[in-house]
């Protein structure tokens, strides 16, 4: 069974930092595709990031670009999203989920962690 954990939420003041965690199982993690997502109160679901482990290709929203990257460690069917400089407006839950390849819309991925609270305060 496909499963996602995810780690490293938490309350932070603007301009800190977190590494979130997602953990996974139950696939061929080399041949998957790992988005970040965040969905803030009142707001929809957005990308942050994506990777792909396959070639190790990465996207960011700009929101984030220059602030969060994101990086996979294959030998720990692990992804990390390392934040930055955060910001107010980045609080959010955040969730990874799993496809084949990035550029799907959040609603097309097959498989969702948890998700985990990301709170900046000013």
């Known amino acids: 069974e496909v499963r996602l954990v995810e780690s490293g939420g938490g309350l932070v003041q603007a301009g800190g930092s977190l590494r979130l965690s997602c953990e996974a199982s139950?696939?061929?993690?080399?041949?998957?595709?790992i988005g970040w997502f965040r969905q803030a109160p009142g707001k929809g679901r957005e990308e942050v990031s994506c990777i792909e482990t396959t070639d190790d290709v990465t996207s960011y929203a700009d929101s984030v670009k220059g602030r969060f990257t994101v990086y996979s460690d294959i030998a720990k069917n692990t992804v990390y999203l390392e934040m930055n400089n955060l910001k107010v407006d980045d609080t959010a839950v955040y969730y990874c989920?799993?496809?084949?390849?990035?550029?799907?819309?959040?609603?097309?991925?097959?498989?969702w962690g948890q998700g985990t609270q990301v709170t900046v305060s000013s």
């Open positions: 139950g696939l061929n993690f080399a041949d998957h595709a």
């Open positions: 989920a799993v496809e084949t390849e990035c550029g799907f819309d959040w609603y097309e991925y097959d498989y």
